[in-house]
């Protein structure tokens, strides 16, 4: 158990925040009375967080899948800020009135699944219906004066997990399902939840018994029911020897597995001594390994007999369960073949279903038959009625086509029609162009003849310059 386990329930149950403790602290049975809705969720966060604390083994007890309610337990959840909570009674009476929490007296004692609802109460019920009615017990049955009563609570959500994940567990061969209560002990070490104190291990088991129909148990062997059968067999004689030789290969292969460990110590021991030139030590050391070294052919060669001999026992159990099956299936299609009656009698019904086929047949004939005998269709007519439907459909395609046709003419039409527009504008811009460039050529003409005419005159006047005539 932690130091404080408050401070761990604050760390690790969703529903047990710091700003709920003064709510869960307060005095639980006088809210109960007048906050029926605050109550039922201060109830419900408590049972998560001390079914939580319990399966982590975080509680001031061994037991994790029981409860223990005491001034211990009180104690342990006290808060520095709000001491020990007030009223947790009246959680536990709500606990089990709800059905998490199931009296460890109530749970032994039931008969009958705790799933199943019965009106008929339990002895130790009657009972302690019986010391509250003489006032011997207050009126929530674990909620005492400033206390509270000292009692043992199962945990059916610590159970419900354990039954889950041993299932997962547990093989199909059936072999695999049949155990001693030390195996069946080690496999619940294995799980998330871990060991389990003798008391509660009987409480599990009466719960896969009795409440879960998923195996069988003495005192000695354990047997898990088949995947395919509604409810557990009963243990036989092979079960116990099965179990037996398992226990035994197991506690085998540990003592190989330490005396392997033992050998290889003595080895390291001998070869210091050696080292530090320390005979004596050597020598003893060698001693002791040579006799584990004897003890473990010893044990070696056991563990490879019983594991041949189980190996046969597997084979065999396989064979007996193939030839149940066979046998079963050999029964079921005899009485299967006897309802049928044998291939005569399939002959016979077959031969009787050909002819009321036939009948039916021969029925639907005469019931197609037209009533007046005169009444019958003139083929002619029915086929000239068919080629006229057929030329009027051929006549509404032919003018569907034509419709067709003519608007792909104008459309064509239209096309042409923009085609030559648009070769029109076209020349019309090319001779346009050419015009253009005629004047623009003219032009050129004219300043070269301008140029010309304006040179001639300055040589002309040039050379009167010259012979000194007018100009």
Known sequence: MPKDLVEWLVEHEPEFRKSRLPSLYS?????????????????????????????AAQLPTEQKIIIQTSAQLLDALRSPQYGRPTGLGVVFDSAVQNGRFIDVKDFNAAEHSIYQKSWIPSPWAVIRWTLRQAGLLSRGSYDLEGGIRQSQLVLVEGLERLSTQLQSRIGQAPTDRVMSRDAFAQQISETEIGSLTANEIEILLRFLNRDKQLLTYDAHTIKFKAPSSESPEPITQEDSTIASIKTLIASLESQVSSLTSKITALQATAQAAVQSKNKHAALSALRSKKLAERNLQQRTDTL???????????QAVDQVQMMQVMQSSAATLKSLNKRMGGAEKVDEIMDDLRTQMGEVDEVGQVISEPLDGKAVLDEAEVDDEFEALEKEEQAKKDEIQARETQARLAELEKAEKAARARSAERADAKSGVDVLEDELSSSSQKLDEMHLADGERDHEAQRKEELQLPA
């Open 27 to 55: 005095d639980l049975a006088q809210q109960k009375a007048a906050n029926a809705d605050g109550f039922a969720a201060n109830a419900s966060a408590w049972q998560a967080a001390l079914t939580r604390a319990s399966l």
């Open 304 to 314: 490879n007999q019983l594991e041949e001999v189980y190996a046969k026992i597997e």
